[in-house]
């Protein structure tokens, strides 16, 4: 497959660290120091939907197709107003596109999931274009009074049209099961019926070492094992795209690699953890300032709940 486009989509509202301050514990100074986060962009007024829809399209107009020209629609999400539909029928007839979809939960894994399965529909089926649509709006699942949590997140769309061709040269997934490192459970509707005992948490239940380990061992791992799988050396990755979660996990990562500062792109001082969008949103950004050159090579690497990761490696010919 070759990417062909790219789009995002932000809510308007920056919540500062300063803004945190007023009703949490805590301080712009700690939240830098142990994120690298300074802002964040959180739904206020705006539907995920909207986001998603105009992402989309952003996409599409620089891949330059239309609706009816996309012939499947990938959609990662892990929480949005509808339970049904998933929220890729929804973006399906916002942007007046007639093909099939199919909603994925893999976290903030789920760009390179997408892209996997992107890789396999386009190889085995008669398609020629899938837009993948990432939507997230962790923000909506935050207890806002936990201050090692809210302020880590925020919500974002983005997207990518993807075509045949020959730049993916590695790709590798994994989900190791480890709920409790990072999960939120809901009570559902009451039935007569029901005898178990149910039970939500207050919004996302994180243990962010746990996690923050996890994310560096893991991708460690990813990185190591699609370098070896694309016969390549950390040298030869122009860029690494990370997952945008906290800048510390990123420089742990890029020790690991042993290369220079200016090869990890970053966004999230600004953005925040915008869960499966920020891999995405964070390539729109770059396609859009001209940062990214024909010929160029991209790892992109992320992981999140599950405990999912995935990592692979991607010429850009767009
Ligand atoms: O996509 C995956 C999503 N999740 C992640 O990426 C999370 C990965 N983990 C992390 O990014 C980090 O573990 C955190 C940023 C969540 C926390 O950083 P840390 O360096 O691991 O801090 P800690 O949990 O060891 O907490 C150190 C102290 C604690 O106080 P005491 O017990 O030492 O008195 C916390 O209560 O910092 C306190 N603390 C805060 N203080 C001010 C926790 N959150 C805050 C806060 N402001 N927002």
Partial sequence: ????????????????????????????????????????RVISSERL?????????????????TSGQIDFIICSNVVNEYVTPGLGCVIQGMIGATCPTIDINCACT??????????????TKDMNNILIVCAEEPARMMNWKDRSSCILFGDAAGAVV?????????????????VEALYQKRRLQPTPFVTKEETDTDGVVMNGQD?????????????????TKAGMTADEIDLYVLHQANVRIIESIRHF??????????????????????????????????????????????????????????????
């Fill in 1 to 40: 497959m070759r990417i062909i486009g790219t789009g995002s989509a932000r809510p308007s509202l920056t919540v500062t660290n300063a803004m945190l301050e007023k009703f949490l514990d805590t301080s712009d100074e700690w939240i830098v120091t142990r994120t690298g986060i300074h802002e964040r």
């Fill in 49 to 65: 939907e909207d986001l998603a829809a105009a992402a989309a399209m952003r996409a599409m107009e620089n891949a330059g197709v």
């Fill in 110 to 123: 789920g760009f390179i999931y997408a892209l996997d399965m992107a890789e396999a529909y386009l190889a």
């Fill in 162 to 178: 993807v075509t045949k061709g020959d730049d993916l040269k590695a790709i590798r997934l994994s989900t190791h099961c480890k």
């Fill in 211 to 227: 996690v923050f380990k996890l994310a560096v061992s893991s991708s460690i791992r990813d990185i190591d094992k699609v370098l």
């Fill in 257 to 318: 690699v042993n290369q220079d500062r200016s090869k990890f792109p970053f966004n999230l001082d600004k953005y925040g953890n915008t869960s499966s969008a920020s891999i995405p949103a964070l390539l729109d950004d770059l396609n859009r300032a001209n940062k990214l050159k024909t010929g160029e090579m991209l790892l992109l690497s992320a992981f999140g709940a599950g405990f999912t990761t995935g990592a692979c490696i991607l010429r850009w010919s767009k």
